[in-house]
C-alpha cells in the first residue's frame, strides 16, 4: 500500500518555541493532505485540509496563525505550531491522498503521527 | 454536530469470539465508509471499507455490513485475537472531496 511518513515521531519542545512536523508521500503525489489533531482516547478532530499551491483550509476554531501548514510540493506538506503551549501538547497526524487535481477520489493513507509535548 | 456515531464505546471479547462495533450516520451524502485501525502511538491504518451500492463487504475475518435505509453500518471480527486488541474508527467520506468524518471509536480488549 502507500506510504505516508511523519516526522518526528515524538518532539519535545519549550513553551514559546516553534516546532515543524513533515509529512511525506514516499510512492505516490498528492494535492491534498489532512492535519489531525488527537487527543488521549478521543478520536482524530480534523484541523486543516492542505492543499499543494495554495492556502490550507482550516476547520472551525482552529487558529491559522498558530498552525502554519504548507504545501509546497506534490509529496510534503509541513505544519509547524508557532509559540508552543503545554495545551498545545497532543498526537498529530497527517494523511494524504493519492492523484492529482482536486476532482480525483480516492483512499486516503494516514503517517504514523507526531507526538508532541511542550514544557 | 457529531455526525457519525459508533458504539460501543469499550468491548472486551474473549479470544475467538466475535466483535462487533456499530456505527450510524445522518449525511445521506456520504458515499464511502472505511474502518481504521488504530494502536497505540501509531496512525490509523485502513482495514476494510465499503461504498452504499453493497450490503455486506467481507475481507478475511473482518466483515462490514451496511444499511442504506437505517443509515448504519457495522464491523464484524470473526475469530477475534489478542492481536486485534486496539482502538477501531468508523468514518464517512462525502460524495464532493476526500475529506472523512470520524466516529468516536472503540477501544477493543481480546482477552486470551
Known amino acids: 500500500g502507500a506510504v505516508v511518513s511523519q516526522h518526528p515521531s515524538r518532539v519535545i519542545c519549550k513553551s514559546g518555541t516553534s516546532v515543524k512536523i513533515e509529512c511525506r508521500s514516499l510512492?505516490?503525489?498528492?494535492?491534498?493532505m489532512f492535519w489531525y489533531r488527537q487527543f488521549p482516547k478521543q478520536s482524530l478532530m480534523l484541523m486543516a485540509t492542505s492543499n499543494e499551491g495554495s492556502k490550507a483550509t482550516y476547520e472551525q476554531g482552529v487558529e491559522k496563525d498558530k498552525f502554519l501548514i504548507n504545501h509546497a510540493s506534490l509529496t510534503l506538506s509541513t505544519l509547524t505550531v508557532t509559540s508552543a503551549h503545554p495545551e498545545d501538547s497532543s498526537f498529530y497526524i497527517c494523511?494524504?491522498?493519492?492523484?492529482?487535481?482536486?476532482?480525483?477520489?480516492?483512499?486516503?493513507?494516514f503517517g504514523q503521527g507526531t507526538r508532541l509535548t511542550v514544557v | 454536530q457529531q455526525q457519525v456515531k459508533q458504539s460501543p464505546q469499550s468491548l472486551i471479547v474473549q479470544k475467538g469470539g466475535i466483535s462487533i462495533i456499530n456505527c450510524a450516520y445522518e449525511n445521506t451524502a456520504f458515499d464511502y465508509f472505511p474502518w481504521y485501525q488504530q494502536f497505540p502511538g501509531k496512525g490509523p491504518a485502513l482495514l476494510i471499507a465499503?461504498?452504499?451500492?453493497?450490503s455486506e463487504k467481507k475481507e478475511g475475518r473482518f466483515t462490514i455490513s451496511f444499511n442504506k435505509s437505517a443509515k448504519q453500518f457495522s464491523l464484524h471480527i470473526m475469530d477475534s485475537q489478542p492481536g486485534d486488541s486496539a482502538t477501531y474508527f468508523c468514518?464517512?467520506?462525502?460524495?464532493?472531496?476526500?475529506?472523512?468524518?470520524f466516529g468516536g471509536g472503540t477501544r477493543l480488549m481480546v482477552k486470551p
Open positions: 465499503i461504498r452504499p451500492d453493497v
Open positions: 468514518a464517512a467520506r462525502g460524495n464532493a472531496g476526500n475529506m472523512l468524518t
Open positions: 494523511s494524504a491522498v493519492p492523484g492529482q487535481g482536486r476532482g480525483v477520489r480516492t483512499e486516503a493513507f
Open positions: 510512492d505516490f503525489q498528492a494535492t491534498t
